[in-house]
């Protein structure tokens, strides 16, 4: 798993689990935060097919948090209102790029990446079983 | 016109915010997943027209207004506009989507085939008996639908059939920094129509069907599902997903007419986007948007859809909403000009 596929997963797992991992990178690193968790607002452009132009279809509101693991910047992006999640995220981000349990936080990603998988594919089997192709009479 | 300030009665306005916190207390012990799940079409209203996506905060005002949909969107809007904006996602496109449900009235056979998905249009509006639990029936199998279907519109557009109308911005207006001056740029009206109230919407695009236009369009391709958010990791310089949202897109398709470029008959087309499951809004926008864009589509010289300017400034429901309670306001000095010119009016038409 790569280093910009943890933001996503690792918004999945369980708060505890994040938090517990978040605490085993503090104990053997140094742990900075350099920006706390931010609200802020990303605008979406959309494309539009009229004109193959663009415009704004509306924002969205996420948490953005900077920290520094030993000498690394970490950084992390959640949809909507979770400032905790959004810095335990930043410090995994460091810390991965940082050399810092990185084989456990892949590994949490890696359940997060699962239980995506999972919801989705429940959801693809309801979406799928509705299907319908229409005969002319 | 002026205004007279007034003073006194912050007791009472004091009483009546508690009054009106009391009277909604039952509404919140109702928890955020109840309301975003429940309630998944309130919050999508919530989050389109209050113009910023966040289910959490959907959810909140949901309970705050006792589920006063046009109020919720103010509360959404109003911490919009206090909240710092970092930049710009990627491009969102309709074909990017992840689909839930997928439909066109067009074409009987698409690419990536019709998908009913979760729908109340096949739903028979009587009450009969409460919603049953579902016991786990089995479900059909079949090829998961996923992201990257193209619109069903594309193979019109492939076979040049589609007019295309000219991009004249380099960059997209942004509505929310400063309102624009006629003539309005097309991405400010789409803006403008994607946050726009659904009910104006409708309003707006049904009158073009009824007594003041000719647009009967045929719905192209309609879809609600997920889009990817994402943004550029700061320290990699690489893309990052942030997360999924619920949108919904509407093409629609309406008669044929000269293309500017090249004086050619092709289909006019209209384009509908908004945040959340809405497709009422969507098809609406796709309505409005092709009235807007294409001449022919006014008769009777009673142009109301067809018209920029009655659309870019009626369809903002926090803006109207505002504006109409405004009248609520004690308005106690200048009535009594008008009374006072009333009695000045009688005694001299009396003379």
């Known amino acids: 798993m790569n280093r910009e596929e943890l933001n996503f997963f690792l918004q999945q797992v369980d708060s505890d689990a994040l938090f517990a991992l978040v605490q085993k990178v503090q104990c053997c690193s140094e742990v900075q935060v350099i920006q706390q968790s931010t609200e802020q607002t990303l605008m979406l452009p959309v494309t539009d097919p009229v004109t193959q132009g663009t415009f704004y279809g509306g924002e969205v509101l996420v948490n953005s948090a900077i920290v520094r693991v030993n000498t690394v910047e970490g950084w992390a992006m959640v949809l909507d209102q979770h400032p905790t999640r959004a810095l335990h995220i930043a410090i995994l981000d460091g810390a991965y790029a940082a050399e810092v349990e990185k084989e456990a936080i892949v590994d949490l990603a890696g359940k997060g990446q699962k239980l995506h998988g999972q919801m989705n594919k429940d959801v693809d089997r309801q979406v799928a079983s509705t299907r319908v192709s229409f005969d002319l009479m | ?351």
């Open chain 2, 1 to 351: 016109m002026s205004y007279v300030a007034i003073k006194g009665g912050s007791d009472a306005i004091q009483s009546s915010i508690r009054f009106f916190q009391n009277s909604l207390r039952q509404g919140q012990v109702i928890g955020d997943e109840e309301l975003q799940k429940g309630l998944i079409f309130s919050c999508d209203r919530i989050m389109g027209e209050g113009a910023l996506y966040s289910e959490t905060l959907a959810a909140e005002a949901l309970r705050r207004t006792g589920g006063d949909l046009l109020e919720a969107a103010f509360y959404l809007r109003a911490h919009r506009s206090t909240c710092k904006r970092i930049g710009e996602a990627t491009q969102l496109s309709g074909s990017s989507m992840r689909i839930l449900r997928r439909i066109s009235s067009a074409f009987k056979d698409i690419e990536g085939g019709q998908i009913l998905g979760p729908s109340c249009d096949y739903v028979i509006r009587l009450f009969r008996g409460l919603v049953e639990e579902d016991e786990g029936t089995s479900l059909s199998s079949g090829d998961p639908v996923g992201a990257g279907v193209p619109s069903a519109v594309d193979s019109l557009r492939q076979r040049d059939q589609i007019v295309l109308l000219e991009n004249k911005e380099e960059q997209p207006f942004d509505v929310s920094r400063s309102f624009p001056l006629p003539p309005y740029p097309r991405s400010a009206l789409m803006q403008v129509m994607s946050r726009g109230e659904t009910g104006a919407m409708l309003a707006f695009a049904y009158t073009s069907m009824r007594g003041y236009g000719d647009v009967h369009p045929t719905i192209g391709d309609l879809r609600i599902g997920y889009m990817s958010v994402e943004f550029i990791h700061p320290f990699t310089g690489n893309k990052v997903k942030v997360g999924d949202i619920r949108v919904t897109t509407c093409e629609a398709i309406g008669s044929f007419n000269r293309d500017p470029r090249d004086g050619k008959l092709r289909l006019a087309t209209g384009f509908g986007f908004c945040l959340g499951f809405n497709e009422t809004k969507a098809i609406s926008m796709s309505i409005l948007d092709m009235a807007m864009h294409h001449s022919g589509y006014s008769v009777g010289g009673m142009d109301i859809a067809a018209n920029p300017e009655i659309i870019i400034h009626h369809v903002d429901g926090i803006e109207s909403m505002g504006f109409t309670n405004h009248f609520k306001l004690p308005h106690y000095v200048t009535f009594q000009a008008d009374l006072q010119v009333l009695l000045k009016a009688k005694e001299q038409s009396d003379e």
